[in-house]
C-alpha cells in the first residue's frame, strides 16, 4: 500500500519513495487549492460564510500536507543516518527548498542504522 504509514517518522525510506511522495503531497495540494479557487471564483457561492469555510479548509490542507512532508524528511534523514529533528529545516524560507532538494538527490547509507535495515 502506497500510503500505509502518513503520518509515522519511524523508519527509513529510500529517494524515490521520498521524491514519488512528496511529488504526490504536491499535486494533491495544488489540486485543492485549485477546486477552492475554481468554486471561489466561479460566482456559485457568494458571502462571507462561504469564504470563512474555504479558508478554514486551505489552513486544514496545508496543515495535514505540511505534517506529512515533515514525516517523509523525518524518514529520509533516518535513511541518511541523521536525526529527525533536522526535518523541522523545512519551514526555513529558501533554505527549506534547499534541504528538500538535499534530502530527494543524497544517497543513504547501505548499512544497518540505529533507524533499521537499508532500503
Not at 525510506?13 to 504526490?24: T, Y
Not at 477546486?35 to 479558508?55: E, H, P, Q, R, T
Not at 506529512?68 to 523541522?88: E, I, K, P, T
Amino acid at each position: 500500500m502506497f500510503y500505509k504509514e502518513i503520518l509515522t517518522s519511524r523508519g527509513r525510506i529510500g529517494r524515490s519513495e521520498f521524491f514519488f511522495k512528496l511529488l504526490l503531497n504536491i499535486t494533491l495540494s495544488a489540486f485543492f487549492y485549485f477546486l477552492a479557487d475554481l468554486a471561489y471564483f466561479s460566482g456559485l457561492f457568494n458571502g462571507v460564510y462561504y469564504i470563512k469555510c474555504i479558508s478554514n479548509f486551505s489552513y486544514v490542507t496545508l496543515l495535514l500536507f505540511s505534517f506529512q512532508v515533515l514525516s517523509l524528511s523525518m524518514r529520509r534523514l533516518h535513511d541518511l543516518n541523521c536525526s529527525g529533528w533536522y526535518a523541522f529545516l523545512i519551514y526555513l524560507p529558501y533554505a527549506g527548498f534547499i534541504f528538500i532538494f538535499f534530502l530527494a538527490s543524497k544517497e543513504g547509507t547501505n548499512v544497518i542504522n540505529r533507524y533499521g535495515e537499508p532500503i
